[in-house]
């Protein structure tokens, strides 16, 4: 999942591919989600980073849906896209350079955010604009309250565990993603003073990278994980400030647009994917938040139980707002 926005990029829920690297700022390794969001093996860690409205009213369902499209896409007022889809490419998760990166990234303490720079020259042009990485460590949150009191705090997104989960599902933890400087703010920015205070600090240096410590106190996104009894993360929610989103979606995939309630969403199915079943993703225009929610595809949850998640927590956010 890829968050659109000027102040951050997106949060990755699993190490960054080849080409990802290229495009984010965040070479974050969620115990896995979304950046700022794509999946790799269970056998590694599942990254912790497109709905329906289900009206439940004795047995009948009223839904608002329309028909399944190649790529989806939700549109605001201005026509302008707020969610999207792309093709998933065959993942080339690391190339030489980006294995090179991953050598000499520095390791963050939890809740440490890490600002680093490689040096040499060809890392510098295969990274492109995007000259500064991040290192970030989130601490995991088992108790909902403390995370509730950590977002307050960070002036987080809203999100709060759904009032209904399906049969067997559980908060398991969360954790809160910083916001930080993105290539593109333009001169005089915290980036551009952050790249200038690194450049300078690798004049004359035998080291590959130059680092920094960054204090940071205002959130970019939150992640929530929920188990079942065979599955540690069978289902994550996510929220993250943005422009919007981009949800990527696999050969064979089907997305399609729906409404929860009043707010329109995209749903993406796919039973024969190996690390999803559903998607759903939908963006808050005013408050500027995407939201995302993923299965997994073990559990297999069923679109109508997705749904009905989704729309509890469309509703509790909308009451809290």
């Not at 990029?9 to 115990?31: F, G, K, N, W, Y």
């Amino acid at each position: 999942m890829d968050i659109f926005t000027n102040e951050n990029q997106s949060i990755r829920r699993h190490s960054v591919t080849d080409e990802e690297l290229r495009q984010i700022s965040v070479a974050s390794r969620v115990i896995d989600q979304i950046t700022n969001s794509t999946m790799k093996k269970k056998s590694n860690h599942r990254w912790k980073t497109v709905s329906l409205f289900l009206l439940f009213c004795v047995c009948i369902a009223s839904v608002t849906t329309y028909a399944a499209e190649e790529f989806a896409k939700i549109y605001n007022k201005k026509g302008k896209v707020v969610v999207d889809t792309y093709p998933m490419k065959d993942r080339n998760y690391y190339s030489k350079e980006s294995k090179r990166i991953e050598k000499l990234k520095p390791e963050a303490k939890p809740g440490e955010l890490i600002a680093y720079f490689p040096i040499e020259t060809d890392l510098q042009a295969y990274l492109g604009p995007t000259k500064i990485l991040y290192e970030y460590k989130p601490i995991q949150y088992y108790d909902i309250n403390e995370l509730y009191k950590k977002a307050k705090s960070t002036n987080a997104p809203d999100l709060i565990s759904p009032s209904y989960l399906s049969k067997g599902y559980t908060f398991h933890f969360a954790t809160i993603w910083p916001k930080y400087p993105s290539a593109g703010d333009g001169e005089g920015s915290k980036y551009d003073k952050l790249l200038q205070r690194l450049s300078s600090k690798a004049i004359g240096t035998n080291e590959k990278i130059t680092s920094e410590t960054l204090q940071w106190s205002k959130a970019g996104s939150v992640h929530l994980y929920f188990s079942t009894k065979n599955e540690p993360n069978s289902l994550t929610v996510i929220a993250s400030y943005g422009l919007g989103l981009q949800v990527p979606q696999p050969a064979g995939a089907i997305s399609r647009k729906i409404k929860i309630g009043t707010q329109q969403a995209l749903i993406m199915h796919d039973s024969s994917n190996t690390y999803f079943n559903t998607k759903i993703a939908w963006y808050d225009e005013s408050t500027s938040t995407a939201y995302f929610m993923e299965d997994s595809a073990s559990e297999a949850l069923s679109e109508e139980e997705m749904v009905k998640m989704a729309d509890r927590l469309i509703h509790a956010i909308s009451q809290k707002e």
